[in-house]
């Protein structure tokens, strides 16, 4: 299903209201997607399907995933977190996994950003080269 010019204009409208001082406020996001449904205008799907899909975005934006070899010790954790909040801001929540595929190294992905140094993607790029 296309979405309509009027429909995406519609969407980030109502996403521009859902955000204070450049953050996203999910109460306030709620309450705007709830009255649009209640509402039905025309197109009415097709915006909500583009404000979900921005939202979702944002959301990513705000979350980061850590991936590495080994557990990482608290002093690592606590110094990736002050380096990923000095990059992308102190509200930005992160978690760790354990992924011994990597082989070693670390693997932090940030929204759609990926940062790949780990021993795994290495050898990949590797195997690549000859």
């Known amino acids: 299903m296309k979405i309509s010019r009027e429909s995406r204009k519609m969407?980030?409208?109502?996403?521009?209201?859902s955000c204070e001082d450049g953050r996203l406020v999910g109460a306030r996001a709620?309450?705007?997607a709830s009255r649009v449904a209640e509402l039905r205008p025309r197109g009415a799907v097709g915006t909500l399907k583009e404000f979900v899909k921005r939202v979702r975005l944002e959301l990513?934006?705000?979350?980061?995933?850590?991936?590495?070899?080994?557990?990482?010790?608290?002093?690592?954790?606590?110094?990736?977190?002050?380096q990923l909040a000095v990059r992308f801001g102190s509200d930005?929540?992160?978690?760790?996994?354990?992924?011994?595929?990597?082989?070693?190294?670390?693997?932090v992905?940030?929204?759609?950003?990926?940062?790949?140094g780990s021993v795994a993607a290495r050898l990949t790029a590797l195997k690549k080269q000859i």
């Open 60 to 82: 990513a934006r705000r979350h980061a995933t850590v991936e590495s070899a080994t557990p990482l010790s608290p002093e690592q954790t606590s110094q990736i977190n002050k």
């Open 11 to 17: 969407a980030r409208e109502m996403f521009r209201l």
């Open 109 to 116: 992905q940030v929204g759609s950003d990926v940062w790949d």
């Open 92 to 107: 930005l929540s992160a978690e760790f996994h354990v992924t011994p595929e990597l082989i070693g190294g670390l693997r």
């Open 30 to 32: 709620v309450a705007i």
